[in-house]
């Protein structure tokens, strides 16, 4: 046996000890995690730096269960609190036949308050097509300092972050002057505020055609002086049932000379509505009633024509339009 191993080293030249170390080589370059699966490393790791101790790969039979899907290819998802500016910034956008205010909203990805806010519009039905509205690039509303307004007090009224309200506005400090424009981010219009500017405040206290309207009229019982009508009439047969226009506490019930039997309810955000020349009166003073609770029937008491309801709407004490306000 000694003498085969002899013969056999005898045989092999030094070109295939050559050919043979090759080969190992090659093995350890192709595939060296097969031989050496862990090693330790001490360079910095990614953008941020820090340290990796060690690295163990995986088996070679478990690079089979590896894929590379497009998710895994994709770049780092970006957070939206880093990424998206908070300074504000306008866009425009010219009216087009067919918008209103809920579809814009829609469409744009904001909040009507938003819109109707940051453009001072006040009545949402009187969008005119080709007018250019400013679009801000994130939902708030506008608002005006008054005297004597601090950035926190503004910031507490509309439950907003006055840091927020600085960087939008650029401020370079938590003064604010007398007379400017503010935007607070994500604050919303109130509610009562909203529905006016839509005209959706009320609903039509009782189904008829609108008779009078608000303003100034012909006397109907002396055609010869004007006079100013500060509701509108809205016909109706006699005992028809008589609805609050929105929820509220009734403030008043009795019997007037000219508005005949009636009914006053105080509602939200300084609204009062006024039901005259009622037939019958079907709540009481105190009473709280909701929107189209019956509270009374279409009559012809007092000063009238004929049987119908006189409606008047109140805001802060004076009369305003209801027409503007019935859905």
Known sequence: MVAIIRN????????????????????????????????????????????????????????????????????????????????LLYDSHTIKSGENISNLAINLGLNQDTIISVNKISNSRLLQVGRVLKIPNQDGVNHTVKSGETLDAIAERYKADSEAIQIANELFSDKVVNGTDLFIPGARLDWAQLQEINGDLFIWPVRGAVTSYYGWRRDPFNRN???????????????????????????????????????????????????????????????YVAAGERIGDVGNTGQSTGSHLHFTVYKNGATVNPRALLR
């Open 8 to 87: 056999l080293l005898n045989s092999i030249t030094s070109r295939d000890l050559f050919r043979f170390a090759a080969a190992i080589c090659l093995v350890f370059i192709i595939n060296p995690a097969q031989y050496f699966p862990k090693w330790e490393r001490s360079e910095q790791h990614g953008i941020g730096g820090g340290f990796l101790s060690e690295e163990i790969l995986p088996e070679e039979e478990d690079f089979d269960d590896i894929m590379l899907t497009p998710a895994s290819l994709e770049a780092p998802i970006e957070i939206e609190s880093i990424t998206k500016t908070r300074t």
């Open 225 to 287: 002086r004007r006079h100013f009508h500060n509701g509108i009439d809205i016909r109706g047969s006699t005992g028809a049932p008589v609805r609050a226009a929105m929820a509220g506490r009734v403030s008043a019930v009795g019997f007037d000379r000219i508005f005949g039997n009636y009914i006053v309810v105080n509602h939200n955000a300084g609204y009062r509505t006024l039901y005259g020349h009622l037939n019958v009166i079907r709540t009481r003073t105190g009473a």
